[in-house]
């Protein structure tokens, strides 16, 4: 590769991260908004034209207070944890389907896997290097509950590998141009956008910052610019997720200008999930994911395989 070329590659790069941290900016004021009409009031309105500019002025207060560091944390791991976690939420972007082809990623459902895996570490690590039993206990619930709710993801995944041939997200497009796969995978959808809810630490399954239990959960002991950018992990997360998720069920046309839009009433239903319903009870989602969502995704993985084999045989 030429040196112009990983130039220009590095500058789309950065461009695509910067996009992505001001679509997280105004997620937030969107979640601020809706959060706020579903309870009655305003939300934030002061700051700019109705609040447009309020999750800007909480960044720069939130980087610009001193950080406090625990006396008996672990220092490195407890600094470089969330630093880790915003690195992967943003890594995990490059495997996006782009108009100038940024990157070309024939196994990009394999790299999508093997981010969400790497993330769960850094809240673990977030949680043990604080030193705290809130932090720890926050840190655990997250490692079983995203261990487990990843099984049903990844069998998802394989269920549409096999109807689409290939890793790559392009092929979602080319084989939803005719029918979307929400309307032939319905229950799978479900399960999925359930599971990612549990991905992502969302309600009503955000039991790694069980405010009522744990205080703060594995972020407890972080402040001002390392709460922040656990924070935006997060929210990038939860971006990616319901740009995948578009991408599976929703056509996947992602030249245009509808993709965003059904981008942004999936992130409008992670909102309405959290201003709706309660936290689950811990013991309840590990049976969720073990006694209901696993067995729907291998029934749906087997009779996918054998739809392909029965399809393969009537074709030779």
Same mark, same amino acid.
């Given at each position: ?83 880790? =976690? ?15 082809? $940024? ?25 043990? =290097? ?22 049903? $993801? ?69 402040? =001002? ?87 393969? =045989?009537?074709?030779?």
């Amino acid at each position: 590769m030429q040196l112009n070329d990983m130039v220009l590659m590095m500058l789309e790069s950065l461009i695509l991260f910067i996009c992505v941290l001001v679509g997280v900016a105004f997620l937030t004021l969107l979640e601020r908004k809706v959060l706020g009409f579903i309870q009655i009031r305003k939300g934030p309105n002061k700051v700019g034209y109705c609040g447009v500019v309020q999750p800007f002025s909480d960044a720069i207060k939130l980087f610009s207070k001193e950080q406090t560091f625990p006396f008996v944390s672990n220092y490195l791991p407890y600094y470089f944890s969330p630093v880790f =976690s915003l690195f992967i939420s943003l890594l995990v972007w490059s495997i996006t389907p782009s108009y100038f082809g $940024l990157f070309s990623f024939d196994l990009g459902l394999l790299f999508f896997l093997c981010c969400t895996s790497v993330g769960v570490y850094t809240v673990m690590v977030a949680g043990w =290097s604080s030193n705290s039993l809130y932090a720890l206990l926050g840190g655990l619930r997250a490692v079983a509950q995203t261990i487990s709710y990843e099984v049903s $993801l990844a069998l998802i995944l394989i269920s549409f590998i096999i109807l689409s041939n290939g890793y790559n997200l392009c092929n979602f497009y080319l084989y939803q141009s005719v029918l979307w796969f929400i309307f032939i995978t319905f229950p799978l959808m479900i399960v999925w956008f359930a599971s990612s809810l549990a991905e992502t630490n969302r309600t009503p399954f955000d039991f790694a910052e069980g405010e009522s239990e744990l205080v703060s959960g594995f972020n407890i002991e972080y402040s =001002s610019g390392g709460f922040a950018l656990i924070f935006m992990a997060e929210y990038a997360s939860i971006l990616f997720m319901s740009m995948l998720f578009v991408i599976l069920f929703l056509g996947g046309d992602f030249y245009y200008f509808f993709f965003i839009l059904k981008v942004v009433m999936m992130s409008f239903m992670f909102i309405w999930v959290r201003g709706t319903l309660p936290r689950y009870r811990y013991d309840k989602l590990m049976y969720l994911a073990w006694k209901s969502f696993l067995p729907v995704s291998l029934n749906y993985l087997i009779f996918f395989s054998g739809l392909k084999i029965v399809i393969i =045989s009537l074709l030779i």
